[in-house]
């Protein structure tokens, strides 16, 4: 049962789920594709399915939000440095950016969300390595999740097999 059904479950029977979502105020929110994306899941988690998200700043040990972007309402944010052991049901990690023992210590579930298309960005960076090196740490996690338009249907089993968890397809979204 993928995260995202268990969630479903416990949501019928009245259990709130907490998750965390990461993000990086550093950049502006209107031109970074992470922190578009954190914050539609944000959206989507929040007003759509009830869970208390936790967006989670990454890049510095303040809290940050920007002044042309509202909060959505009950939704908190949070610095990486500030969470203690276990406070989320689920993290998921943008681009997977946090250290997996880190990732592991605040969370039940790790799931990496990559927004590329993943087959294609892996095997790039095998050939071409980013210089500067962006690390991603991909160890214990509990699952992949990728925008389906990105990753068609007949690149999914070659993409898993790069994997050592289950790799899923989320619906491309709009806010």
């Given at each position: 049962?993928?995260v995202?059904?268990?969630?479903?479950e416990?949501?019928?029977?009245?259990l709130i789920r907490?998750?965390?979502?990461?993000?990086q105020p550093?950049?502006?929110?209107?031109?970074s594709?992470?922190?578009q994306?954190?914050?539609v899941?944000?959206?989507l988690?929040?007003?759509?399915?009830?869970?208390n998200?936790?967006l989670?700043n990454?890049?510095?040990d303040?809290?940050?939000?920007?002044k042309?972007?509202?909060?959505?309402e009950g939704?908190e944010?949070?610095?990486?440095?500030s969470?203690?052991t276990?406070k989320?049901?689920?993290f998921?990690?943008?681009?997977?950016?946090v250290?997996?023992k880190r990732?592991?210590s605040i969370a039940?579930?790790s799931?990496a969300?990559?927004?590329?298309?993943?087959?294609?960005s892996?095997?790039?960076?095998?050939?071409?390595?980013?210089?500067?090196?962006?690390?991603?740490y991909?160890?214990?996690?509990h699952?992949?999740w990728?925008?389906d338009v990105?990753n068609?249907?007949?690149?999914?089993?070659?993409i898993q097999?790069?994997?050592?968890?289950p790799l899923?397809?989320?619906p491309?979204?709009w806010?």
């Open positions: 049962m993928s995202l059904e268990r969630g479903a416990y949501m019928t029977m009245g907490r998750i965390g979502i990461t993000f550093c950049d502006d929110a209107s031109w594709g992470v922190n994306t954190a914050l899941l944000a959206e988690f929040a007003r759509h399915l009830g869970w998200v936790v989670v990454t890049k510095e303040g809290v940050v939000w920007w042309n972007v509202p909060l959505l939704v944010c949070v610095a990486l440095s969470l203690s276990k989320l049901d689920v998921v990690d943008i681009d997977a950016c250290e997996t990732r592991c039940r579930k799931v969300f990559l927004r590329g298309f993943v087959q294609f892996e095997l790039d960076s095998a050939v071409y390595p980013e210089v500067p090196y962006v690390p991603t991909l160890e214990g996690l699952e992949i990728c925008w990105l068609p249907p007949e690149t999914l089993a070659s097999t790069m994997f050592a968890c899923r397809t989320v491309f979204i806010s």
